[in-house]
């Protein structure tokens, strides 16, 4: 069955410092993946996709994510953390069937100390 | 414009009441989704309206009823519900083989 895990429910970083959050997922064929950023009581922004190609995608607000298909990975990094960048992080894939739909994780909420 | 557009942005109802939410979207796109989200989780998927026509209906109970007038417009009525459906409610639209879903900024919705 398809499923989406992130392992990190929460994680804090440093102002300046760089970030990494996991996303690992199980789906037959390609993916087509996404990652979310969402501010509370806010809806859901997309950061960036991948469908197919480069497998190293640039999003907004300076993301970046590396698909790794040997590892069914997907994480998202950012060089350098914002306090702005506080909010709650969700990875997803998209599946076909009836429709097209999306398999959420759980979500990572990121904490930014100053 | 890029911009899924949903009101009221937030909703108070006793469990007796029956209300509407509502969204908008002017990009053209072709599905439109209902999710449900608690508190501290993901979004859960309710309802997947493709071409105007309900596609995916994840076994939500009757008392939630979905509606796409036409294209552009997407309801969900609401009636007799429980304090346990007191949520944001987030609208979506996607269209194209890029599939991305951009998300409304959601109904607060709280039952008493």
């Known amino acids: 069955a398809q499923s989406v895990t992130q392992p990190d429910i929460h994680i804090t970083v440093s102002e300046g410092a760089s970030l990494e959050l996991r996303c690992n997922y199980s789906y037959g064929a390609t993916p087509y993946l996404f990652w979310y950023v969402q501010s509370p009581g806010q809806g859901l922004q997309l950061l960036l996709k991948?469908?197919?190609?480069?497998?190293l995608v640039q999003g907004i607000k300076g993301f970046e994510a590396e698909f790794k298909r040997s590892q069914s990975s997907f994480n998202l990094r950012k060089p350098s953390v914002h306090w702005s960048d506080a909010a709650e992080y969700f990875c997803?894939?998209?599946?076909?069937?009836?429709?097209?739909?999306?398999?959420f994780g759980k979500g990572t909420r990121l904490l930014v100390k100053p | 414009d890029t911009e899924v557009t949903q009101t009221p942005k937030h909703l108070v109802m006793g469990m007796t009441n029956k209300k509407s939410l509502k969204c908008e979207q002017h990009m053209g796109h072709r599905a439109m989704y209902w999710y449900k989200q608690k508190a501290k989780k993901p979004p859960e998927l309710m309802f997947v309206?493709?071409?105007?026509?309900?596609?995916i209906n994840e076994s939500v109970p009757s008392r939630f009823s979905p509606e796409c007038p036409n294209s552009s417009l997407l309801n969900l009525h609401l009636h007799a519900l429980q304090p346990e459906d007191s949520a944001l409610y987030l609208c979506a639209s996607s269209q194209g083989e890029d599939r991305e879903q951009f998300f409304g900024p959601g109904t607060r919705l709280t039952v008493l």
């Open positions: 309206y493709s071409y105007e026509k309900l596609s």
């Open positions: 997803a894939v998209g599946v076909e069937g009836q429709g097209f739909s999306f398999i």
């Open positions: 991948y469908f197919s190609g480069d497998t």
